[in-house]
């Protein structure tokens, strides 16, 4: 074992942050963008999943999504981010209308961290040769720069450089995450859309996921739109919750204002029904090292319409 890694092959604390000071000036230092949602409605086939949704998300901010399954949020997620295309309405990204095609700069822009790392993480190649091969597709560096920056992002997802000759299946859960978020950080978005992602992972290694955008927003300036069905991580790591209930936003504050004094009575009877709630205010301390997931199952998405 190198000096500097703990037993589950994680950089140590003091050695990842020191690595990570030295990545973030490699990695992009673009403001976040300001999200515009205007009265969009989609679905599948004749079945509508999404009712005339709104909201608006400030850069730099943070804005989690929250709701029971089928309540349409997943839906939301894949039309913002160009993977579903609305039947009416429309999405502005600094005040720029993004066409139903995307163009390779609006894609680029919006990136999605999903419930399961293998749906950005192909379980065929190493770790590096996802993130090189990125870097090729959109020419953002030169071929003797690649690894360089491959390894860059290792460090800023707190991963050891090592990780790199690993294939996605070689990782614990908590390690093919990050490896997913690095994935998505490789084309220097501006809007990062999590959808779930730490579900499918242990309570520890949640945590330290979690911790890990709320520090990656500060760092670099990312505009980060959240999707959960877990009160407790949308309390943690946003500013700003939305409520969604049958497709449709019935609610929409600032997070301790959701919290406390929340005006919709489906929020009402939603945050009575969480388990446990964490105390108020304060991010989720990363834990020392990433603990095995517990399986490899991939969760289904959570808005398939009705059958």
Known sequence: MSAGMN?????????AEAAAGAAS???STSAGAALEVRGISAGYGRTRVLHDVSLDLPAGGSLGIVGESGSGKTTLARVIAGEHAPESGEILLDGEALTRRRTSAQRRAIQVVHQDPYSSLNPRLRIGSVLTELLAVHRLRPRAERRARAEELMRLVSLPVEALDAFPGQLSGGQRQRAAIARALAVEPRLLVADEPTSALDVTVQATVLALLDDLRERLGLTILLISHDLAVVHHLTERVGVMRDGRLVELAGTDEVFRRPTDPYTRRLLASAPRLAPAAGRVP?????AP???????????????
């Not at 037993?7 to 050695?15: F, H, P, V």
């Not at 990363?286 to 990433?290: C, M, R, S």
């Open 7 to 15: 037993g589950d092959g994680a950089e140590t604390r003091s050695d």
């Open 286 to 290: 990363p834990p020392d090292d990433d």
């Open 293 to 307: 997931s517990r399986s490899d199952d991939r969760p289904a998405p959570d808005d398939r319409p009705p059958t």
């Open 25 to 27: 000036t490699g990695a």
